[in-house]
């Protein structure tokens, strides 16, 4: 599956941005997504994952660190997955990827497992 992921900018602290990233390939709801982020001088970070079938309760994973600011969703008549970003802070600086993986990792991603990754996109947040 190929991913392309859009929606970034430049947002005052406090803002919100949605991303999205959409999917070709009549595969998309047989993967588990992915958002991760890499800030400058730093590790590229797990933000948030959905399950193939999306929803609410045991079907979605968020990083500590964005857990009641983010929300990540998914349309598989679409496939696209988003993420809903709000309360935004200058530390969610970064650019933002979106993944595509065949299996569950729950809370920990490991980056080399992922199956397919979209090119990143921009999101800056100014004090």
């Known amino acids: 599956v190929q991913l392309q992921a859009c929606g970034g900018g430049l947002v005052q602290a406090g803002g919100s941005l949605r991303l999205s990233c959409a999917a070709s390939g009549r595969t998309f709801s047989s993967y588990a997504m992915v958002w991760f982020r890499q800030a400058p001088g730093k590790e590229r970070e797990f933000v948030a994952a959905?399950?193939?079938?999306?929803?609410?309760?045991?079907?979605?994973s968020y990083a500590d660190s964005v857990k009641g600011r983010f929300t990540i969703s998914r349309d598989n008549a679409k496939n696209t997955v988003y993420l809903q970003m709000n309360s935004l802070k200058p530390e969610d600086t970064a650019v933002y990827y979106c993944?595509?993986?065949?299996?569950?990792?729950?809370?920990?991603?490991?980056?080399?497992?992922?199956?397919?990754w979209g090119k990143g996109t921009q999101v800056t947040v100014s004090s």
């Open positions: 993944a595509a993986s065949r299996y569950w990792y729950g809370s920990r991603w490991p980056l080399g497992s992922m199956d397919s």
């Open positions: 959905i399950t193939r079938s999306g929803g609410g309760g045991g079907g979605t």
